[in-house]
């Protein structure tokens, strides 16, 4: 069973529009989180991390983290065409973030 | 920005062939990785190393094995080399603290026949 499970697995918004990812572990271990982005033929990217519940805020991004449920949330702000790329979450346990675990990723695809 | 270079960037191999993909990089990280990516299974880790001559098995390390002769670089081996083994492979590197970003390469594309 895939630990790291995310949704949806594909996503379509409209430029500037808001798109929301989703993601959640069935490990209760695993306590820190990323966001990671991939560009076609490139290497993942990373966008952010996020280790306390509640909010975190970079730029157009917001990352969410709920540690009682597991469950932590993507959202772009104004997507541009740019923002189309594959979104993978990755979570670890603590003290162990050289052992990250990866979802199986959600495509994103901004229309201009 | 952190350089993590990969050769080559894609190869053909045959059944039961040695690959051996190479991963360099200039970040003076002390942790570097193999992933390989299969759609459907995101990026998943097959051996890690946090020390030049020393090596870690990550979670699908059978069938392949690693090599960490400096800390500039990591090489990732397969022996009998199987059609199964046809994906792409990301090298990374990351700080020694933990919780550190990782810093991918732009893969090898490894195709078996």
């Known amino acids: 069973q895939q630990k790291v499970q995310q949704s949806p697995e594909s996503l379509s918004v409209p430029e500037g529009g808001m798109a929301s990812l989703n993601c959640t572990s069935s490990d209760r271990n695993f306590q820190y989180f990323w966001w990671y982005r991939q560009h076609s033929g490139e290497g993942p990217k990373a966008l952010m991390?996020?280790?306390?519940?509640g909010d975190k805020k970079e730029g157009r991004f917001t990352a969410h983290l709920n540690k009682a449920s597991l469950h932590v949330s993507l959202h772009i702000r104004d997507s541009q065409p740019s923002d189309s790329a594959l979104y993978f979450c990755a979570a670890s346990e603590q003290g162990m973030g050289y052992k990250l675990t990866f979802g199986t990723g959600t495509s994103l695809l901004v229309d201009p | 920005e952190a350089a993590v270079t990969q050769s080559p960037r894609s190869k053909v191999a045959v059944t039961g062939g040695k690959v051996t993909l190479s991963c360099h990089q200039t970040?003076?990280?002390?942790?570097m990785y193999w992933y390989r990516q299969d759609t459907g299974h995101g990026l998943r880790l097959i051996h890690y190393s946090y020390v030049a001559d020393s090596t870690e098995k990550g979670d699908i390390p059978d069938g392949y094995k690693a090599s960490r002769p400096s800390q500039e670089n990591f090489s990732l081996i397969l022996e009998l080399a199987s059609l199964s083994q046809t994906a792409v492979y990301f090298c990374?590197?990351?700080?020694?603290?933990?919780?550190?970003?990782?810093?991918f390469g732009h893969g090898t594309k490894l195709s078996v026949l």
């Open positions: 991390s996020i280790f306390s519940d």
């Open positions: 990374a590197s990351s700080d020694a603290y933990s919780n550190e970003r990782l810093f």
């Open positions: 970040n003076n990280h002390d942790y």
